[in-house]
T-cell receptor
């Protein structure tokens, strides 16, 4: 089955530690995205990548970093500089970066708790 | 900042009643998509509207795209408990490199 795999499902970290969230897709999609979801605020875009070795900041990129060394993988690092890292993180992909009409396919998400 | 707003934020209905959520964008959208997120789950794509004034139906769900391509609505007829979840609209905003802006979402509760 093709899809997007996010791991782990739950993640706990101490304040001040960096943490990396994994996102892998086998849909052969060019574009990948990271969203953050907080209660009552919908989904906010952190970073997106339209093609391998290229990525752009979304609205709330501060305190986060990404890499896109392979088409299948788009890991997100939550750094200690992120002031409120506790949230539900969703990774998504879509067919092509020039296709404005392609829907997003989401992973199951990672719930990060930082104490 | 948030460019796509949805109202209402929460809606409680008796099973069998109708439900509508409205989506408004501050800028023109090339297309609009709707997603449903069940409690504890992830957003799942429902439908896409592309043309100005377009109306599409999926069983009890009716989706509309405004003439100016800045607003949209989702109407559910005769809600069922399986309709419970949060409904999001989303669209790629022009001149932002295909950034998908999601609406704030409408959380639907259906009371049996």
């Amino acid at each position: 089955d093709g899809g997007i795999t996010q791991s782990p499902k739950y993640l706990f970290r101490k304040e001040g530690q960096n943490v990396t969230l994994s996102c892998e897709q086998n849909l052969n999609h060019d574009a990948m995205y990271w969203y953050r979801q907080d209660p009552g605020q919908g989904l906010r875009l952190i970073y997106y990548s339209q093609i391998v070795n290229d990525f752009q900041k979304g609205d709330i990129a501060e305190g986060y970093s990404v890499s896109r060394e392979k088409k299948e993988s788009f890991p997100l690092t939550v750094t200690s500089a992120q002031k409120n890292p506790t949230a539900f993180y969703l990774c998504a992909s879509s067919i092509g970066h020039r296709s404005y009409n392609s829907p997003l396919h989401f992973g199951n998400g990672t719930r990060l708790t930082v104490t | 900042g948030q460019q796509v707003m949805q109202i209402p934020q929460y809606q409680h209905v008796q099973e069998g009643e109708d439900f509508t959520t409205y989506c408004n964008s501050s800028t023109t959208l090339s297309n609009i998509q709707w997603y449903k997120q069940r409690p504890g789950g992830h957003p799942v794509f429902l439908i896409q509207l592309v043309k100005s004034g377009e109306v599409k139906k999926q069983k009890r769900l009716t989706f509309q795209f405004g003439e100016a391509k800045k607003n949209s609505s989702l109407h559910i007829t005769a809600t069922q408990t399986t309709d419970v979840g949060t409904y999001f609209c989303a669209g790629p905003v022009r001149n932002t490199g295909n950034q998908f802006y999601f609406g704030t979402g409408t959380s639907l509760t259906v009371i049996p």
